[in-house]
């Protein structure tokens, strides 16, 4: 989620002000105590006053937040699932390739195994950069304003982001988004040059 906000915390008998992160599996706190809540753990969460009230099993915590107070709530109760963060939209023709299906029940026309012509969006599982040189041919099946996502193992010697984005590039590519795949998988969007969002000016 990538939320945060400096705010004072009341728990378990303390008081502090610091700095609160509301991440994709927790709400963390760091001031003069530290906190960190499992969003699968909670139990209620409510939004008043300015105030985040939090109820987990280690008890109730209050995040002074003022006016980000029910955002965080809406957050907390709502989260994004994957195919949200992927950006997988109802009806796309999606392509998976060495990957387990993230789309969630959001579009019923999936290709496994292999790259359909003119998909919206390919997931292509690459473990090492030798992987990476199938980009090219791979950007061939794509419409032309589809995206490939290329997930990778995190922290891995054999494949780097750093790597991951120079073969998209060498293929044409352009990255413009990472996202967390899975604990153990980072994903890395590309798109066509055409297909690159214009900035504002």
């Known amino acids: 989620m990538g939320q ?14 610091g700095k609160a992160l509301l991440e994709t599996d927790d709400l963390i706190f ?12 909670i139990q209620s969460v409510e939004a008043a006053d300015g105030v985040l009230r939090v109820t987990s099993p280690e008890g109730t915590a209050l995040f002074t937040l003022g006016a980000k107070a029910d955002k965080w709530a809406h957050k907390i109760r709502h989260p994004r699932t994957l195919a949200d963060k992927l950006d997988v939209k109802p ?10 299906n ?8 999936v290709t496994e195994g292999r790259a359909a012509k003119d998909s919206d969006l390919i ?13 090219r041919s791979l950007r061939k099946s794509l419409k032309p304003k589809g995206a490939i996502w290329v997930v990778y193992p995190k922290g891995q010697k054999q494949i780097t982001e ?17 996202a967390r795949f899975s604990e153990t998988h980072t994903a890395l969007k590309f798109v ?3 297909s690159r969002p214009v900035p504002n000016l």
């Open 91 to 100: 009806g796309m023709l999606v392509s998976l390739i060495g990957v387990p």
């Open 102 to 109: 993230p789309v969630e029940g959001r579009t019923s026309d």
């Open 4 to 17: 945060e906000a400096n705010c004072e915390v009341s728990f378990a008998g303390k008081k502090s002000a």
């Open 192 to 194: 066509g040059q055409a």
């Open 30 to 41: 760091r001031g003069d105590f530290r906190l960190s809540i499992s969003l699968k753990s």
């Open 123 to 135: 997931f292509y599982g690459a473990a090492t950069d030798k992987d990476l040189s199938k980009l």
């Open 162 to 178: 750093v790597g991951v984005i120079k073969a998209g590039r060498q293929a044409g590519l352009v990255d413009i988004k990472v």
